[in-house]
Structure formats: C-alpha cells, structure tokens
C-alpha cells in the first residue's frame, strides 16, 4: 500500500497548512517544519508553536500523525528534547540532515553533517536511546553534501544508529532543488537497508509519481513543493493506486483552501501583512501546478489589503467558469 507524506517546509508548510491539505486527502503522514537545537532543552511552548497537534494527540485534526523534527548537531541535547516532545505527545522524530542554508551549515548541523556518516550514527543512536522503543526514529538525508560519495555510507550510518525509517530526498546539498531528483540512487539504497525507506524528490504530477515508483522501487513517498503547487496531488496519487474515481479539483476548490487559509491565519492573531504574504507565497508556488494560479497572482500580487485580498479570493472563487477541473500544468 502506497504511504505518502506530507513534506516538511520550513517558513511554508505550518499546521494550518498541514490541517488543510491533510483534510484534502491521500496522505498518511506529516512532519514539522525544523526545530533548531543548538544551546538548550526548548520549553514546551516551542514544541507547540511548531506543533500545535501536540494538544491533540499528535495528530492532524483528520488524524495523520505529526513526527517532530529536531535539527542541530549534539546528540545529547538533541535527545535532551526529543524526548521531551515524546512526553508532550509527539507519535514520532524525524532528524534533519538535509537542511542546505548557510547559517545552519556553518555551525554543523544540516546538510553539512553529511560529510561524515559516524555524525548521523551518533545522533540516531542518542535519540533512539533517549526515547521509548514504541516511538520511531527516523532520519532525513540527502545524497550527500558536495558530491554522492556517501550516499550508502549515510544511509546505513541511519540504520545502524538504530532509526526505524529513513527519507532521501534524491540530491546533494550542492545540488539544492535544482531537477532532475536522482531517483535511481534510491533503488541503490533500498538494496542494502532492511528499514523501510521514503522517496523524496520532484514529484510535481502523477507522471512523475509513476516514473519515481517505477525507478526507486519505493512504496512511500514525501511531497513537497508538488503538493503545495497542486493540493490534491496526494489525493490523486491515492486514488489512482487504490483505482477509485479519480479526484478532481476545481480552481475555485483550490481557492477555497486559500480562503481557509486566511481564516486560519486570522484566528490565530496573525498580522494582515502576514497573511497577505503567506497567500501571495502560495498562489506563487501554484503557478508550477495550475494554469489559473498565474494570472491569479498577477491580479493579486499589488493587493495589500488583506480585505481586498480576500473579497478578490472569493469572487474568483464564486465564478461559474472555475468550478470546472482547472487544467494542471506537467513539470
Ligand atoms: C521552503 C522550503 C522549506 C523546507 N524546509 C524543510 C524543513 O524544515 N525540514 C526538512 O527536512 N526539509 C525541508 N525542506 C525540504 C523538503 O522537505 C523536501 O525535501 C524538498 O523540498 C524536496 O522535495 P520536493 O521536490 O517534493 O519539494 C524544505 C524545502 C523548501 C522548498
């Protein structure tokens, strides 16, 4: 059975977009953005920002599980506060090994511990030992930093260190999100780990869905940017495994979402400039998935009143004309 997750996205993908494109369907699992562990044990109130879910059950309020990600480079302060997100109520911990940004890199954590497989053993075997043996570990790498070198060396380093999982997302450090994602390094991976093993990489339509199954061999899968420029790609990826009718959804659909969007951020005291930037930061990343979201961000891109932003969101929406299936745009 195919088990999709939902990315981690620092800066993009919080809970109300965890909540909303959980509720749209297909994914199984989510993640929180990145928690920077470098000097302290955090307070439970960090733990809540980045995962309000903590308060009910670690999960998303249509039920996919909420792993904790933790970044830094200490293994005994990391599993100093992976367990203390266990005892709030985390269902999992995800480890960051992939973060590429300078500021991160330059104090050793990220991407950058990439360079030597024995700093991913050593933090994997401090969490696991920092945390009860019914909640999974799980680690997320690249393909290595400069060059692929260490692929296989990291990806044991994981399993050795005793995670239960392991995600890969299919390019160096170097590399950034510029495509292609190197899928067939995956199917190299899988061969040699007993863990099971999530694919990640420039999924952006079922095509590409389809081509990365069939090259990695992998039964799970981590979108990212392809589900945030396309909500109900999980959905259709789901639906075309299981051979149910296949989802469709409608640009003012999708322009529903974003009128939820805002009325989450609203809710929860966010600022009008802050909502404002969030939805433009959005329609923009659609504009890679829908042919609509192009000339919608063109229209929307000077509004600075989020009233005008929202009544703008919610005549397009009312339109006749975009309640059809928008036309999707392949990568
Ligand atoms: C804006 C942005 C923020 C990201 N933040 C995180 C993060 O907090 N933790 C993490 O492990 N990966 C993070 N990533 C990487 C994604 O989880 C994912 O590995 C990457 O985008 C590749 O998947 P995609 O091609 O499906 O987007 C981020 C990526 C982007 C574009």
Known sequence: MTQLVL???????????RQLLSAVGGFDQCVTEF????QTLFPAHVFYRYC????QGGT????????????????QLLGENAAFAVELGAPGIDINFGCPSKTVNKREAGASLLK???NLFNIIRAVRAAVPAHIPVSGKIRLGYADKTLFLENARAVEEGGAQ???VHARTKLEGYKPPAHWEYLARIREVLSIPMTANGEIWT??????????????????GRGAIACPDLAARIKAFETGEAPVKQSWADVLGILLAYIDLLAADGATENHQAGRIKQWVSMMRKGHSAAATCFDEIKRIRDIHDLRAKLTEDRDKPENRHHDKLIAA
């Open 35 to 38: 928690i920077r562990v470098s």
């Open 52 to 55: 309000p879910e903590l308060h």
């Open 206 to 223: 079922l095509e590409d869905y389809i081509r990365c199954r069939n090259i990695s061999g992998c039964t799970s899968f981590m979108l």
């Open 7 to 17: 990315a981690p996205m620092e800066g993009l993908v919080d809970w109300r977009v």
């Open 60 to 75: 998303t309020a249509s039920g996919q599980p909420v792993l904790v990600q933790l970044m830094g480079h200490d293994p």
């Open 165 to 167: 999982h392991l995600t």
């Open 116 to 118: 030597c497989p024995e």
